[in-house]
């Protein structure tokens, strides 16, 4: 069925055909009708890339498009370059980050994997259709979300699970580990087959975020998963790629296509790999944005938010309203789009996580949210 109001017409019903949200492209009609749809589902980064950036890639466009891009190799080359890893070739490029996650689990997770959850659904879902047992602890609400390091190593070497994630930030909580508390876990969890840290979202943690890229060659079953696209606002190019030390990356390589990353992706990468600068302002103005997000939500007495330290939220509504008819009803009534976590292992309807933006914005999503409730409660 159709939800239709004066001015905007989106299909429910999509919702019910995937785990996570319907795309932006589905929503809209492959964006022929776009209805004033405004995105608060997807974490991604607002203000890169430059506008001269975006100018000189559809200059280049139909090169990109008309001839093979370069190596794994190649691209790995400038992967390093712009996000400050010393050595190509502890990096694979990936077609997205999810595809980095496909690899792993298919070919070097076996038998069960531990995931603290609720988590992103790809590091459960997965495993969970390859014939993996996947194992699991819980973020709970009495602890602010938030797991310690010592709880985490606890609860895996109960589990005897043989892998391991932990996504740092966490997606969808937000709650993160310092760098000294991951690599504190690393060292005690080194009889298991693989360990994989999650920094897709680090970026946008701290203004020092503290990944370990540089530190997981040292460990011979450990890899970091980072993601591009989302952090330099272009998810739909999809970039991702994973660190580890040169013995895991060159057996992940073998099974690779060798052409796994298009030929716009390799053209961007070449263009930002000196604009660290600009890049470190926009993740900066990003952090700064989910602070006042996650204030201004706080002044909604339906919702508990949580501290997060991403681009995004985690908020919960009270059980005095429905959390589906809440996401409907924003979708509906004012075009916002917000990802409600209710197919989530760990979570229910009554949770969202919802994506920063700049103020303006916020500002709209705040007064949808207020009226949306206002009108729940008077019915």
């Known amino acids: 069925m159709f939800a239709e109001t004066e001015e905007k017409s989106f299909d429910i019903k999509l919702f019910e055909k995937t785990t996570h949200n319907p795309s932006f492209a589905s929503l809209t009609n492959h964006f022929r009708t776009t209805n004033g749809l405004k995105d608060y589902c997807i974490p991604v980064n607002s203000y890169f890339p430059p506008a001269h950036i975006m100018d000189e890639l559809f200059r280049r466009l139909p090169y990109a498009l008309k001839y093979y891009p370069s190596s794994n190799e190649s691209i790995a080359d400038n992967i390093a370059l712009f996000s400050g890893v010393t050595n190509p070739n502890w990096i694979v490029a990936g077609n997205g980050s999810t595809e980095i996650i496909s690899w792993l689990n298919s070919i070097f997770i076996k038998e069960s994997i531990f995931v603290p959850v609720p988590s992103f659904g790809r590091w459960v879902e997965e495993p969970m259709g390859l014939g993996v047992e996947v194992k699991t602890m819980s973020h709970s609400d009495d602890k602010l979300q938030k797991i310690t390091a010592e709880s985490y190593v606890a609860e895996v070497l109960a589990s005897k699970a043989k892998n391991a994630v932990i996504c740092n930030p966490n997606n969808p909580t937000g709650t993160l580990f310092s760098r000294e508390e991951i690599l504190w876990i690393l060292e005690r969890l080194t009889h298991l087959d693989n360990i994989i840290i999650d920094e897709s979202f680090i970026d946008f943690s701290t203004e020092n975020p503290p990944s370990v890229k540089n530190d997981v060659a040292n460990f011979n079953n450990v890899w970091v998963l980072k993601s591009l696209g989302k952090n330099l606002g272009l998810h739909g190019v999809r970039m991702g790629y994973a660190i580890s030390c040169e013995a895991n990356i060159q057996r992940m390589k073998k099974h690779l296509p060798y052409w796994n990353v298009n030929g716009i992706t390799e053209m961007l990468l070449s263009l930002i790999k000196t604009e660290q600068k600009a890049y470190d302002e926009s993740r900066l103005k990003n952090i700064n944005d ?90």
């Open 290 to 379: 989910a602070i006042y997000l996650s204030e201004c939500v706080e002044q909604i007495r339906e919702f508990t938010v949580f501290p997060t330290h991403s681009n995004f939220i985690f908020v919960k509504l009270n059980d005095e309203f429905d959390g589906e008819e809440l996401r409907n009803r924003m979708l509906q009534d004012h075009a916002c789009l917000i990802r409600n976590c209710g197919n989530k292992l760990g979570a229910s309807k009554q949770y969202f996580r919802i994506a920063a933006r700049p103020v303006e914005d916020i500002h709209y999503l705040v007064a949808a949210l207020k009226d949306v409730l206002a009108g729940m409660k008077a019915e």
